[in-house]
């Protein structure tokens, strides 16, 4: 865990700057962008979900960014709890529901104790016939570790150091989730080299059929 | 069906000529030394408040992260070298031939993303000697392992130390594809691909006593004069 206060003294960023001075801050952003885009395809997410001019890092936004991982982990538990419960799960999907069910709601206790009392209550979820039918809760496992993943990864720029270093822990526990969960379905677990991240708003669009 | 943890995934483990070996402290660029230097430059902010990303969104990148990136460049090379020899000698067969061909692919894309942000300040290639890990099996399958949920917990560490927002969004990108191939592998090798609910991070330093302890990095490329203790002579 970071260990520091965060408060960043006036000047330290213009000392560290020095070193780098021979390059340009312009031509170094546009040389990442142009590297992450030709290794994920998706060089005007990147750019979008790494510039977001103006915004500023803050416990606020840490709290809204964390408060949305607190919705997906809640709705990541509720489902893996419902799929168990229906039983109709066997050998290896039957584990790895139960293994990564346990481990969601950890994340999701971890989660509320970050964002504190405005954490509330879960919302209700519905996941049809998805906790039933053993084909469609993989389909379903997969698109929803892989979602969760995807916008946690593009949030991460927006997180306060400390935050980041609290959120990390939980995103690639996330990651092997997905990877187990596609390993399962016959798929190749780490499809790209690059994970491509996502937006909140394709994140909420992607959960909206799970809420009641 | 994947029944249990590894009892232990260190790289120390892996111990398998004896000999007395630095690892990344071989490290070509600007000899061993500077490297160390840098590496415990990114550690040491940790613990003050002067490397934390600034409160504004258009952070830049600094010198700190050009330190990050050769850190991370340093075990994407270990790693790519590890698969592609893998691939090379062609022990492997079905489902771990296809994880190294898959996975060594990304590990050396990369290594051609961290050389082509860091240019001419990337740090070069080491030398790497296997110790025949990569000739069979279920060594590979073991050293694997240790690899990927190690790149998982140095990669962990090092990215809030990140300033500038483009390199963190790499950073953090390929973070959750390591996680992946850990879980992949750990799979392959019959372990839970998440066995806990929470990873937690590694230092550079104890990223880089672990690496040296395997002495799979053997040889100095030739601008390396400076080196002041004994080649590797195994």
Not at chain 2, 196 to 203: C, K, M, V
Request: charged share 15%; net charge negative; no cysteine.
């Amino acid at each position: 865990m970071i260990e520091g206060n965060g408060t960043k003294p006036q000047g330290a960023e213009d000392d560290q700057r020095t070193g780098a001075a021979h390059l340009s801050r312009a031509g170094l952003l546009t040389r990442s962008f142009a590297v992450l885009g030709a290794l994920a395809g998706s060089a005007i997410g990147a750019a979008e979900l790494a510039a977001a001019p103006g915004s500023q890092l803050s416990p606020a936004r840490d709290r809204e960014i964390l408060t949305l991982g607190l919705l997906i982990e809640r709705l990541q538990a509720a489902f893996y709890a419902e799929a168990l419960k229906a039983g109709r799960l066997t050998g290896e999907m039957q584990q790895f529901a139960s293994e990564v069910g346990g481990q969601e709601q950890e994340h999701v206790a971890y989660l509320a104790a970050a964002v504190g009392p405005s954490a509330g209550k879960s919302p209700g979820f519905r996941f049809g016939d998805a906790t039933t039918d053993p084909s469609k809760f993989l389909a379903t496992a997969v698109s929803l570790e892989e979602t969760g993943l995807a916008v946690y990864n593009g949030q991460g720029v927006n997180l306060t150091p400390e935050a980041l270093a609290a959120a990390a822990r939980v995103v690639s526990v996330e990651a092997r989730h997905a990877a187990w969960a596609r390993a399962l379905a016959g798929d190749v677990p780490a499809p790209v080299a690059v994970d491509v991240p996502i937006t909140v708003s394709q994140a909420k669009s992607a959960f909206a059929p799970y809420l009641t | 069906m994947p029944k249990s943890n590894p009892p232990s995934l260190r790289l120390s483990d892996f111990d398998l000529d004896g000999a007395v070996r630095e690892t990344f402290a071989r490290l070509p660029h600007e000899t061993r030394s500077g490297f160390l230097r840098r590496a415990a430059g990114a550690g040491s902010v940790v613990a003050g408040a002067a490397a934390l990303r600034p409160t504004t969104a258009a952070a830049s990148a600094t010198a700190g992260d050009f330190s990050i990136l050769n850190f991370a460049l340093a075990l994407e090379y270990l790693q790519a070298s590890f698969y592609t020899e893998a691939q090379r000698i062609g022990a492997l067969h079905g489902a771990l031939a296809q994880q190294a061909d898959v996975v060594g692919g990304h590990e050396r894309a990369h290594v051609k993303a961290f050389k082509s942000l860091l240019g001419s300040a990337a740090i070069k290639e080491p030398s790497f000697n296997f110790h025949g890990v990569t000739e069979n099996p279920d060594a590979f399958r073991s050293t694997a392992v240790a690899f990927e949920d190690l790149a998982v917990a140095a990669y962990k560490q090092q990215a809030p130390l990140i300033q500038s927002r483009a390199y963190l969004a790499g950073a953090l990108a390929i973070h959750s594809v390591e996680a992946r191939h850990a879980a992949w592998i750990r799979r392959l090798a019959g372990f839970l691909p998440a066995a806990n609910a929470f990873d937690d991070p590694l230092s550079d330093s104890k990223v880089i006593d672990i690496v040296n302890s395997t002495h799979f990095v053997t040889l100095q490329t030739p601008d390396t004069s400076a080196q002041t203790s004994p080649g590797f002579t195994g």
